[in-house]
């Protein structure tokens, strides 16, 4: 290591003189000894403070920027080493040399930058602040037949564009046409892998969607779909899954997701239906996520229902109800509970048997099968006659008020209380209630009562109301026990509920009084001090049902 110490004293002149040939000399040394170990010599490079002239000769013009380059992209492998590169003012400097004609200078100044800042978000950032995103994508036209500066740009662009920050700059490149364009032209696995590292983390910016779409990746990925579907290595495997994958992001959104059902008459729609029947489960499950994204508003959720849509997702649930796939039997609920949103499709799947295949995974036992198992069937009983069929299933409504429960999961819970309460305002049956009164699903509705959200206290109290004036006899021992009253009481008290929620709370009151213990517990509660001050509300409806309950609880007192 002497040597490495005269070749530093020996660099440490001649980058002041800049003498070309013993400069040269010395950065060959300097190399070599880099190779050998790294760490060492990058300890010693810095001890000796050469670090902070390597600035001044990293010029376009002279011949040894490129070397220069390459010891510090070396040095820049060590973390201890990026911090002292960026103290010695060397980003500024390599990044002007972005705009070299030199490929080899290119390459290391790439390497260089790279290294500098890996790993470092606020580098990233600063990079990005000086324009280097424009400048690499220009470098990866002109330079795409230059295998090493290609994935040298591909790298950039990979980290680069985890940062948010990155996007809008990229969306204003022609990066999306580039990276298509090299898409094409890549044969091995591991090429094309770099690109997906680069397009995926893009493709989640929405004008970039629309750009890779128009660019033709779309028709790259179904290719790949196509080559790769029946085969068995693990490389293709994985490829596949990256494509259909990276398909499914393109249609989150909106624009990109239009332009490619072009009225449900799209060869990239009619393509990705013909993945739901396959035999392969990364293609079932891209199909089904791809249909829930297209079903995204009502004209298309309309136009798949009457294309038959519903037949292929309850014959792909079918097939995976003992033992099935988990992420399909999730992606197929999802489409099936978007297309039930617009109103003209629920009776026209409600008479294909959507409830009896959905009902069928009543019995699983994983968190996000049942959420979409839940929010289908909601979505589905807007109907009197299926809310009435649904709720007077035991075994559904056993299954609902178990769930109520469960305490780990909200959004199961959250949609169990909205199912069991849109059950009964819908089928206004008095069977549906007794069946949720003998399987104890009263004390949540009075628990959803309270809950955070207005529109779900809202369905509470009116399912409430409902079973007040229905089957009060029935759910009296009930109502009781959960505290109903007291809560109502809470809730008319507090000046923070919702204008509905008073109102709400005051017609469930009034129907209270037919049950003598209920009603003695609203007469303990001095009910009428809350409710008179509620005449004078600033809203109507509020105002109008104080002034009649009111009048009620004098008369009953």
Excluded at 36 to 58: C, D, H, R, V, Y
Aim: glycine share 6%; net charge negative.
């Amino acid at each position: 290591m002497d040597n490495l110490s005269d070749t530093l004293k020996k660099l440490k002149i001649t980058a002041v003189d800049k003498t070309e040939d013993s400069l040269e000399g010395c950065l060959d040394c300097l190399l070599q000894a880099l190779a050998q170990n790294n760490a060492e010599t990058s300890e010693k490079l810095q001890g000796s403070g050469i670090l902070q002239l390597f600035a001044n000769l990293l010029t376009p013009q002279s011949p040894c920027t490129a070397k220069v380059a390459n010891v510090i992209a070396e040095v820049a492998k060590n973390e201890f080493m990026r911090l002292p590169c960026v103290d010695a003012g060397l980003i500024s400097p390599l990044v002007q040399l972005l705009n070299s004609k030199d490929q080899e200078v290119l390459l290391q100044t790439g390497r260089a930058l790279g290294n500098i800042c890996y790993d470092s978000h606020s580098l990233q950032a600063q990079l990005i602040n000086m324009g280097v995103i424009p400048t690499l994508v220009k470098l990866l036209g002109i330079h795409c037949q230059n295998a090493a500066l290609t994935e040298m740009c591909l790298v950039a662009f990979g980290n680069l564009a985890e940062l948010e920050s990155s996007k809008e700059q990229f969306a204003s490149t022609n990066i999306a046409e580039e990276l298509v364009k090299l898409f094409k032209k890549q044969i091995e696995h591991d090429k094309r892998e770099m690109i997906f590292e680069v397009l995926a983390p893009l493709a989640e910016n929405d004008a970039i969607k629309l750009q890779l779409v128009e660019a033709g990746l779309v028709e790259c990925l179904l290719e790949i779909v196509q080559q790769k579907v029946d085969s068995d290595k693990e490389d293709d495997i994985a490829e596949l899954k990256t494509g259909s994958d990276l398909m499914v992001l393109l249609l989150l959104g909106d624009e990109s997701m239009q332009k490619l059902f072009e009225g449900g008459k799209g060869s990239v729609f009619q393509r990705v239906l013909s993945w739901i029947p396959s035999n392969n489960h990364q293609l079932q499950l891209a199909g089904a996520l791809a249909i829930a994204n297209f079903a995204r508003n009502d004209g298309n959720c309309i136009h798949m229902v009457d294309n038959g849509i519903v037949e292929k997702l309850m014959d792909l649930l079918d097939r995976h109800v003992e033992d099935g796939n988990v992420t399909v039997q999730h992606a197929a609920l999802s489409a099936l509970r978007n297309l039930a949103i617009p109103v003209v499709n629920k009776a026209k799947m409600l008479s294909a048997g959507v409830t009896e295949t959905v009902l069928k995974f009543l019995k699983s036992e994983m968190p996000p099968v049942q959420f979409k198992l839940l929010g289908t069937l909601r979505m589905l009983i807007d109907a009197q006659e299926a809310a009435e069929q649904l709720g007077k299933n035991v075994k559904l409504v056993e299954r609902l008020v178990e769930w109520c429960e469960a305490k780990d999961h909200a959004g199961v819970m959250g949609e169990s209380n909205r199912l069991l309460s849109a059950l009964i305002r819908h089928s206004k049956s008095k069977d549906v209630i007794k069946t949720i009164v003998q399987s104890g699903g009263i004390k949540h509705l009075v628990t959803m009562a309270t809950s955070e959200h207005v529109i779900m206290q809202n369905e509470a109290l009116v399912a409430l109301a409902l079973i007040a004036a229905l089957e009060l006899g029935t759910a009296e021992k009930d109502l009781e026990s959960a505290k109903l009253v007291q809560i109502l009481h809470r809730l008319l008290a507090d000046e923070r509920s919702a204008p509905e929620i008073k109102y709400n709370s005051m017609v469930l009151i009034c129907a209270l009084m037919g049950s003598d213990s209920l009603h003695k517990e609203v007469q303990d509660l001095a009910f009428l001090d809350v409710v008179s001050k509620l005449r004078s509300h600033e809203n109507k409806s509020v105002a109008q049902q104080a002034s009649l309950t009111e009048q009620r609880l004098t008369v009953e007192s």
